[in-house]
Structure formats: C-alpha cells, structure tokens
Nanobody
Framework: QVQLVESGGGLVQPGGSLRLSCTAS????????MAWYRQAPGKQRELVAF???????NYAGSVKGRFTISRDNAKNSVYLQMNDLKPEDTAVYYC??????????????WGQGTQVTVSS
C-alpha cells in the first residue's frame, strides 16, 4: 500500500503563493499519474490538476494559469505551485496516485490532506 505525505499548506493572504509537496513511498512512482484534489467545507472533492507519467498536465478551469503541477521522479514527489491565490481556493488539498492518460485521470490512493486557507 502506497503512502502519500503532503506538506506545504498554511495561511496566506489573497494574491499570495504557496507550494504544496507530496512524497510517495514505493519504487515505481514514475509509472503512475499523480493529481491534486481539493475539498472546501460543504462541497464535494474536486480535481484541481493532474500530471501523467509522461508529464502531460491538465488543470481545472478555475486554477488554469495560476497553478502549476510538476513532478520529480527521482524524489518520488509531485508538487503544486499555487500563485495569485484567492479566498475561494481555501480547502483541504489532497494528493492522489492513480492512472489514466494525458487527458483522463482515474483516482487511486489518497494522502491525508493539507489545509490551505486564503484570507486577509
């Protein structure tokens, strides 16, 4: 069973930036697609961004142009750089290891989540 450990959440003012990190256990990280989801209070969990094993990326419309997902296979890690943060980005952010293609993502294992709060 893979373990996914997120870090980097916190409190930031509107317009600020945060970088989330997720490190996975196991030795075949590079063969999986990875994703970031988020869940705001009272709302369903939603896909924010994913990156395929071949490093193709895909973003939700609400974050496109502000967030960047990347991966470092040598470190078994995936990152989410979040810029120009807005109060509506406030949520618990979850790392996910799954599968799919360059345009489709199928969720698999979840991390424990990290809180991001955007507030003045």
């Amino acid at each position: 069973q893979v373990q996914l450990v997120e870090s980097g959440g916190g409190l930031v003012q509107p317009g600020g930036s945060l970088r989330l990190s997720c490190t996975a256990s196991g030795s075949i990280f590079s063969t999986y697609s990875m994703a970031w989801y988020r869940q705001a209070p009272g709302k369903q969990r939603e896909l924010v961004a994913f990156i395929s094993s071949g490093a193709f990326t895909n973003y939700a419309g609400s974050v496109k142009g502000r967030f960047t997902i990347s991966r470092d296979n040598a470190k078994n890690s995936v990152y989410l750089q979040m810029n120009d943060l807005k109060p509506e980005d406030t949520a618990v952010y979850y790392c996910n290891r799954g599968g799919g293609s360059t345009s489709t993502y199928f969720p698999g294992s979840w991390g424990q989540g990290t809180q991001v709060t955007v507030s003045s």
